[in-house]
Nanobody, 123 residues
Framework: QVQLVESGGGLVQTGGSLRLSCAAS????????MGWFRQAPGKEREFVAR????????YNADSVKGRFTISRDNAKNTVYLQMDSLKPEDTAVYYC????????????????WGQGTQVTVSS
């Protein structure tokens, strides 16, 4: 059974940092694109970042570029999201996603999704 499990969320003050992890199990994801999305209360789910199995990276430039860094460790089947200079508007549930087709991750139609981890940034 394929599972994606996020961890690392929590409560942090404005300007603080958090590192989210998404551990994949059930198969090797080394040739999968993986990504992060977030959904704030009352808002649509929003793309945050994607990393291809080759290491190519795409960010939601408007929201997070320059503050968030996505990375992956294929040996550990894990993708990370380092979040720095956090703002209250970053408050959301963060989800990871995985798919063999990178465009499906970007579009939010990936085959595999985690259950989400809450990030709350206090002002």
């Amino acid at each position: 059974q394929v599972q994606l499990v996020e961890s690392g969320g929590g409560l942090v003050q404005t300007g603080g940092s958090l590192r989210l992890s998404c551990a994949a199990s059930g198969r090797s994801f080394s040739n999968y694109a993986m990504g992060w999305f977030r959904q704030a209360p009352g808002k649509e789910r929003e793309f945050v970042a994607r990393i291809r199995w080759t290491g190519g990276i795409t960010y939601n430039a408007d929201s997070v570029k320059g503050r968030f860094t996505i990375s992956r460790d294929n040996a550990k089947n894990t993708v990370y999201l380092q979040m720095d200079s956090l703002k209250p508007e970053d408050t959301a549930v963060y989800y990871c996603a995985a798919d063999q087709t990178p465009s499906r991750v970007l579009a939010g139609t990936a085959d595999y999704w985690g259950q989400g981890t809450q990030v709350t940034v206090s002002s």
